[in-house]
């Protein structure tokens, strides 16, 4: 009788995460004006920057993206944006996609009003003196659709998104005035 044993080892190497981009926006770097509120003495044009994501697992059921201001006064942040039940083949939300309006998302997603009490993107302007950190992430899901609807509180969503995260990736970025 002849045994025969085969060993699979899987690694995980940093190409196998899930990684977070944007043409405009860079790790460490600062927002550009075009990203930036358009309000408050801020002076931006409070577009919702362009955004990529690779290395998304395969049992990937929805995606979600969040930037948040992990520096606001308070000392619970601040939600800047909140999109959720992407599907999960989507691979980038286009510049501008946070519009109010909500017609630059993909079919299907959806975007909570941000803590301005504002649906979709807010840009960012922390108070005159300060530099805040902005955390952008994308989650993959374990779920298609979140219970969660467009009327909640941004986060809720994102405490439901973290019940249900199989992966997410970050990149963090700087504004200060």
Known sequence: ??????????????????????????????????????????????????????????????LGVTVFDQDAPGGRGFWHWVVFNLGPGSRELPA????????????????????????????????????HRYVITVYALDVAKLASSASEAPSKVVAEMERHVLAKGSMSVRYGR
């Open 1 to 62: 009788m002849v045994w025969a044993f085969v060993f699979c080892i899987q690694t995980v190497t940093k190409a196998d995460e899930l990684r977070v981009s944007s043409p405009t926006l860079h790790e460490g770097g600062l927002v550009p004006k075009e990203h930036v509120l358009n309000e408050s003495g801020c002076g931006g044009q409070n577009i919702s920057p362009g955004l990529q994501w690779a290395g998304v697992p395969g049992a990937t059921k929805g």
């Open 96 to 131: 501008g996609a946070g519009a109010a309006s909500g017609h630059g998302l993909p079919k299907g997603s959806s975007q909570t009003r941000n803590d301005y009490g504002s649906p979709g993107y807010g840009g960012p302007c922390p108070p005159p003196g300060s530099t």
